[in-house]
């Protein structure tokens, strides 16, 4: 019997939530087994690295990654993992776009260290231990990999064949990369395996959308009682869903809370934070520049509104490009 095509499958910064994803596929997942042998899942089996050197180059059908490039493990893995595979997927929103660690960029490895060692409220540590890459004890080293200054998208540090967004992604398209992988019937390589058109194009509550929409003040999810029929924007509530792809089988809107934009732009557009805040900024209702800066105001996170998945691509990210490891 011929072997079985071989898949990887890979962690690096980000929650596990992607692996939890791959986990519920639930029966679906023997399908997977049973068409792929599975050589590296360090979540699941253990498997080590230096099987994975020990491969012939291209010799991993897939390798799918999620999380995004933090350290330099994840950096040395992610060329490891580019070496042996013929096709490599970036999995969910972190390897996609830099995701939630992302927004990490907008401070520096110093101020983070200084917080999660030093002055969060529950940290004790007088002797103030912080990780250093190499730490020798009774004549022994210990390395640990670099924590960068910058968070990276996968496709920043490797080429990328193939982008499944979501955090994490549903398992209808995890499941539906899988059959087109086993049958060789993937689109042309470059390809974000999910609809290339907006959320709000198949969302229920967009027949409740004025034709003009003219927004007077910004609320907080929490602050209203959400009416579950009718378009966010319309009850003053931010929601991304004009600037984000569908695919995700709207489960925030279907549980009554508005889209944060996991599963990153549409084709074309490459600042989805930009995007959106200049169609927002031309829906606001006001007659003079106070009231327009009342409303804006009323905003309290720009960043985490407009970039919670995408910093790390967008143009803001740029600021850090030249101090990867600083
Ligand atoms: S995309 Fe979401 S679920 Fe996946 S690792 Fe990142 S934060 Fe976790
Ligand atoms: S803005 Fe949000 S709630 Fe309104 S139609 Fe679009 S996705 Fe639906």
Known sequence: MADKPKVAICWFGGCGGCDEAVVDLNEDILKVTNAFDIILWPVALDFKYHHIEAMKDKEI????????????????????????????????????????????????????????????????????????????????????????????????????????????????????????AIAGDLPPKGSTL??????????????????????????????????????????????????????CGEVCININLPCRGCFGPVEGVADMGAKYLSALASLIAAETEDGRKKIADELDDPVGYFYRFTTASSLLRKRREASKKA
């Not at 110093?110 to 999660?116: E, L, P």
């Not at 967009?206 to 003219?214: C, F, G, V, W, Y």
Request: with cysteine; glycine share 6%; hydrophobic share 35%.
């Open 61 to 180: 059908t897939l390798s799918i990654i999620n999380g995004s490039v933090r350290n330099s493990e994840h950096e040395e893995l992610a060329h490891l993992l580019r070496k042996k595979s013929e096709l490599v997927l970036a999995f969910g929103a972190c390897a996609c776009f830099g995701g939630t660690p992302g927004m990490a960029n907008l401070t520096t490895k110093k101020d983070i260290f200084q917080w999660v060692y030093g002055d969060a409220p529950t940290v004790v540590n007088p002797e103030h231990n912080v990780p250093q890459t190499i730490t020798m004890k009774n004549g022994n080293s210990l390395t640990l990999p670099e924590f960068y200054n910058q968070v990276f998208p996968l496709n920043n540090i490797i080429d990328v064949d193939y982008y499944l967004p979501g955090c994490p992604p549903p398992p209808d398209l995890i499941f539906e990369v899988a059959r087109a």
């Open 194 to 247: 999910a609809p290339d058109t907006a959320l709000c194009d198949v969302c229920a509550r967009n027949k409740t959308k004025p034709e003009r929409l003219a927004i007077t003040e910004i609320k907080r999810i929490h602050e209203i009682e959400a009416d579950p029929e009718k378009c966010f924007l319309a009850q003053g509530v931010v929601c991304l869903g004009p600037a984000t792809r569908r695919g």
